[in-house]
């Protein structure tokens, strides 16, 4: 089976970056929009994780993420980033940012890129869905089981986890 096309995933040149517990929303808007130029569309929560790290703070506590959350929403309603909610196997709710797919207004929707240095649940469920939609394209009869091997095989990854399992049962079942 031939892999279909994809993009190199383009990780951004991480540099120092305010204090994201203490940051002006400029200063945080500004990190933000460089980070999603590089490499969005991406769940928030991984935006929020790749700030944080260049600010020096290794893991978000909840405050903070409730704090990334409030100025991310800032930048929806400015027109300045697009946020769109998608169904993930590892949300816990609506409100959970694991589910929000960001992006700048004129970056595409949807980029099936390679893993790069993401690992498998930072992968948005629409790139993730567009990946199976062109494997099945191949072979539309083909099984669930070749299909979990073909997506490993084009990101690279040879252990079908739990966690893949869930991701691509839950693409699956909602965009197929």
């Given at each position: 089976m031939?892999?279909?096309?994809?993009?190199?995933?383009?990780?951004?040149?991480?540099?120092?970056?305010?204090?994201?517990?203490?940051?002006?929303?400029?200063?945080?808007?500004?990190?933000?929009?460089?980070?999603?130029?590089?490499?969005?569309?991406?769940?928030?929560?991984s935006?929020?994780?790749?700030?944080g790290?260049?600010s020096?703070?290794?893991?978000?506590?909840?405050?903070?993420?409730?704090?990334?959350?409030?100025?991310?929403?800032?930048?929806?309603?400015?027109?300045?980033?697009?946020?769109?909610?998608?169904?993930?196997?590892?949300?816990?709710?609506?409100?959970?940012?694991?589910?929000?797919?960001?992006?700048?207004?004129d970056?595409?929707?949807?980029?099936v890129?390679?893993?790069?240095?993401?690992?498998?649940?930072?992968?948005?469920?629409?790139?993730?869905?567009?990946?199976?939609?062109?494997?099945?394209?191949?072979?539309?009869?083909?099984?669930?089981?070749?299909?979990?091997?073909?997506?490993?095989?084009?990101y690279?990854?040879?252990?079908?986890t739990?966690?893949?399992r869930?991701?691509?049962?839950?693409?699956?079942?909602?965009?197929?």
């Amino acid at each position: 089976m031939t892999q279909p096309p994809h993009t190199p995933f383009t990780p951004w040149a991480s540099r120092p970056t305010a204090d994201v517990r203490r940051a002006s929303q400029a200063q945080y808007m500004h990190g933000m929009t460089e980070i999603l130029a590089a490499e969005g569309p991406m769940q928030a929560l991984s935006l929020f994780q790749i700030y944080g790290k260049a600010s020096g703070v290794m893991k978000l506590a909840a405050p903070v993420r409730k704090l990334c959350e409030r100025t991310l929403l800032a930048g929806v309603k400015a027109g300045e980033i697009v946020l769109e909610k998608e169904e993930d196997s590892e949300v816990e709710g609506p409100e959970d940012s694991v589910g929000w797919i960001v992006r700048l207004p004129d970056q595409p929707r949807v980029i099936v890129r390679d893993l790069g240095n993401r690992g498998f649940a930072d992968i948005p469920m629409s790139e993730l869905a567009a990946l199976v939609l062109e494997i099945r394209t191949q072979d539309e009869f083909m099984g669930r089981e070749d299909i979990y091997r073909a997506v490993l095989d084009h990101y690279g990854l040879q252990k079908l986890t739990a966690l893949v399992r869930r991701r691509l049962d839950k693409v699956l079942q909602v965009y197929f």
